[in-house]
C-alpha cells in the first residue's frame, strides 16, 4: 500500500491526528480510486469521522500526507477542499429550509447576469439548470419552486447529493447519508448513490450499514481502534467477513 | 422521491388551486394579511367616514406613511436574518440631530444629509459588527445602542430642538411630482431597490440563507456575519433616509425618540408575513403593513376616536396579524 496507484483520486499515507492526549487515529494508509464508490466502515470511535475531517479540510493531520487529484493537499478550510473539487455530503444537509429547491442546488454559485455594475440572479438559466440537475440523476420532486421544508428527508437528502455533484466536484464525500432515512427512502438514496457510480463520480462513503456499504462499494477500507485494519474488494468480502474485520475477531 | 404523496402534491403545483380553495386555506390569509387588512380598513372607513377616500386624504395619508415604509423595509432587512433593530427609531433622531447640526454650522444642506446619512448607515454598521464579532444576541446589542444613542443625540443637541430652515427640504417636504408628493415617490424608490435587492440578487438569497439556517449557509461557505452587518447597515442606512424626510417634515430637528416609530416599524414587518425567525421575507409586504398602520391611525383620527385609543388599536391588529401568521405554512 505504499505508492499510491494513479488512479488514485485521493491517496494518504502515514496520516495521525490526535486532539490533545486523545489519539483519533495514527499512521493510516488510505485511497480512493477514481470513479470508483470508496467505503470507510468502522466501529464508533475507530477514528473514521476524523479521518474523513481531514480529508476534506475540517481537521488539519498532525502528520502525513494527502495527496488529491494527484498535488499535495493544500487545505487548511473546508472551502479550500471544496474550492478544490471535494464535496461534502454533510450530515445535517447544510440545506435551508425556507429557501426553494432551486435556490438551494445554487447556493452561494448563483448564476448571474451582468448590467452595468450590476449582478442580477438569472432566475430563469438557474431552474432550467436545477431541473437537468435533478433529471441527469433522475431526482423527483414535487417542483423546483418547492421549499425545501417541504419535502421528506430522502428528497432532502437527494438535493444534498445532487448539489454536490453538480457542483463539478471531483469528489463527493457523504457521512452517514441514510442514517436518518426509513427502509423506502434509504433504497431511493441507494439507488441514487449507484447512479453516481455508473456515471463514474468518485464518492467516499462513510456508513454503519455493512449489507449497504457491500451493496453500494468497490473498495471497502476498515478502521479499528484508530488504526487502518484491512482493505477489501466489495464484491470478495462477506458480511460476517466485515464484522470480524470492524470487531477484530479476525 | 417516487412515491405517491409526492406525485399528488405534484399534481396541485402545477395547476392552480381554485378560488374558494384558496379562500378556505389560513395560510392564504397569512401570507396575504396587510393587504387583506388594508383593503378591510379602507372599505370599513370609507363607509364610516366617505372623507377617508377622498383624493386629499388619501394623498395626505402616504404622505404620512413614507416615513414609516422606509423604515419598515430597513427593519425587513435586519428581521430577515432572524434579528431586530431596536435602535431604528433612536438612529433616526440621531440622524436629524446631525443633519440640524451640521446645517446649522453653516454647511450646506446637501453635506447635512449625507453626514446624517452616514451616521446612520456607521450605527447599524456597528451594531451588526458587534453583534457578529461578540456573538451577543441582536436584541441585547440594538437595546444598548438605542439607549446610547439616544444619550449622544441629547448630548449633542443639549436637548434643544434645532430648526433646519432649508428652502430644499421645504420642497422635498410639500412638493409633489405626478399625483404623489416627493416623500412618497423616495419610499416607492425604496420600495424598489429594496425589491431588487431581495429578489434578484445573490445578496438577497445570502441573507434569506444566514436568516434561515445560519449554519448551514456557513458550511456552503456564505459569509453570515458579513450579511448579518448589512443588513444593519441597511437598516441604518433606511434610518437616515426617514430621518431627512422626518426633518423635512416637521421643519427641525428634535433631540426625542419617535417610540412609535420602532413599535409601527416592527409591527408593519410581523403584518407583512416577514418570520421574526428569519429566512423568510418580502418587501411589498412590510410596505403595505406600514400602509395599514396609517390608514388606521388616519381612519380613527377622522372618526375622531381619541388619540389615546390608537395605540391600543394598533396592538390589537398587530396580535391578531401574529396569531393569523401561526397558520402560515
Not at chain 1, 431552474?127 to 423527483?140: D, G, K, T, V, Y
Not at chain 2, 430648526?163 to 421645504?170: E, I, K, N, P, Q
Not at chain 2, 445573490?202 to 453570515?224: D, K, M, P, Y
Request: glycine fraction near 10%; proline fraction near 3%.
Amino acid at each position: 500500500m505504499s505508492a499510491a496507484s494513479s488512479d488514485a483520486i485521493i491517496a494518504c499515507e502515514g496520516l495521525s491526528k490526535h486532539f490533545g492526549g486523545v489519539r483519533a487515529f495514527t499512521d493510516v494508509a488510505f485511497q480512493a480510486r477514481r470513479g470508483e464508490v470508496t467505503a470507510v466502515i468502522g466501529d464508533n470511535g475507530a477514528g473514521k469521522s476524523t479521518l474523513i475531517r481531514c480529508l476534506v479540510g475540517v481537521h488539519v493531520p498532525d502528520a502525513g500526507s494527502i495527496v488529491f487529484d494527484g498535488r499535495q493537499h493544500p487545505f487548511s478550510n473546508p472551502d479550500g477542499a471544496r474550492k478544490a473539487g471535494i464535496e461534502t455530503v454533510h450530515q445535517n444537509l447544510a440545506l435551508i429550509d425556507e429557501l426553494t429547491v432551486a435556490q438551494n442546488l445554487f447556493l452561494n454559485r448563483e448564476l448571474v447576469r451582468r448590467i452595468g455594475p450590476f449582478a442580477f440572479l438569472d432566475r430563469k438559466a438557474m431552474r432550467r439548470e436545477a431541473r437537468a440537475m435533478l433529471s441527469r440523476l433522475s431526482i423527483n420532486v414535487p417542483s423546483i419552486n418547492q421549499r425545501v421544508r417541504r419535502l421528506s428527508g430522502g428528497q432532502r437528502q437527494a438535493i444534498s447529493i445532487c448539489r454536490a455533484v453538480g457542483s463539478g466536484a471531483k469528489l463527493v464525500v457523504m457521512d452517514e447519508p441514510t442514517a436518518a432515512l426509513g427502509v423506502q427512502e434509504t433504497a431511493n438514496v441507494e439507488a441514487l448513490i449507484r447512479r453516481l457510480r455508473d456515471q463514474s463520480v468518485s464518492v467516499i462513503l462513510v456508513s454503519h450499514n455493512f449489507d449497504q456499504v457491500r451493496r453500494l462499494s468497490d473498495q471497502i477500507w476498515v478502521m479499528r481502534a484508530g488504526k487502518m485494519a484491512a482493505t477489501v474488494r466489495a464484491s470478495e468480502t462477506t458480511g460476517n467477513e466485515l464484522v470480524a474485520l470492524v470487531t477484530g475477531a479476525a | 422521491m417516487n412515491n405517491a404523496p409526492a406525485a399528488h402534491s405534484a399534481g396541485a403545483e402545477e395547476s392552480r388551486p381554485s378560488l374558494a380553495a384558496l379562500l378556505l386555506d389560513p395560510s392564504f390569509w397569512a401570507d396575504w394579511a396587510s393587504i387583506v387588512g388594508l383593503v378591510g380598513l379602507v372599505i370599513v372607513f370609507g363607509i364610516a367616514q366617505p372623507v377617508f377616500l377622498s383624493v386629499a386624504n388619501l394623498q395626505a395619508l402616504l404622505l404620512a406613511a413614507a416615513i414609516l415604509v422606509v423604515l419598515s423595509i430597513g427593519q425587513t432587512f435586519v428581521v430577515a436574518t432572524s434579528g431586530i433593530d431596536l435602535s431604528l427609531a433612536a438612529a433616526v433622531m440621531l440622524g436629524a440631530i446631525i443633519l440640524g447640526l451640521v446645517n446649522a454650522a453653516g454647511h450646506g444642506i446637501f453635506i447635512a444629509c449625507v453626514l446624517a446619512l452616514l451616521a446612520t448607515s456607521a450605527i447599524g454598521f456597528l451594531n451588526g459588527l458587534i453583534i457578529t464579532a461578540g456573538k451577543i444576541p441582536d436584541f441585547v446589542v440594538t437595546l444598548g445602542t438605542l439607549s446610547g444613542i439616544t444619550g449622544l443625540g441629547l448630548i449633542l443637541s443639549g436637548g434643544e430642538p434645532t430648526m433646519v430652515g432649508s428652502t430644499f427640504l421645504l420642497r422635498l417636504a410639500s412638493g409633489s411630482f405626478g399625483p404623489f408628493g416627493y416623500p412618497v415617490w423616495v419610499a416607492i424608490a425604496a420600495v424598489i431597490v429594496a425589491h431588487v435587492a431581495l429578489y434578484h440578487t445573490r445578496f438577497g438569497v445570502h441573507l434569506l440563507a444566514t436568516g434561515g439556517q445560519v449554519e448551514s449557509a456557513g458550511a456552503l461557505g456564505i459569509r453570515t456575519n458579513r450579511v448579518k452587518i448589512a443588513a444593519y447597515t441597511i437598516s441604518g442606512f433606511c434610518a437616515g433616509i426617514a430621518a431627512i424626510l422626518l426633518v423635512a417634515r416637521i421643519g427641525s430637528a428634535e433631540p426625542q425618540i419617535n417610540t412609535s416609530l420602532l413599535l409601527n416599524s416592527v409591527a408593519a414587518v410581523v403584518l407583512g408575513g416577514v418570520s421574526l425567525f428569519g429566512g423568510r421575507a418580502s418587501i411589498l409586504g412590510p410596505a403595505i403593513g406600514a400602509l395599514m398602520l396609517t390608514a388606521l391611525v388616519n381612519g380613527l383620527t377622522l372618526l375622531n376616536v381619541s388619540a389615546f385609543y390608537q395605540p391600543l388599536a394598533v396592538g390589537a391588529i398587530v396580535v391578531l396579524a401574529a396569531l393569523i401568521m401561526r397558520y402560515q405554512k
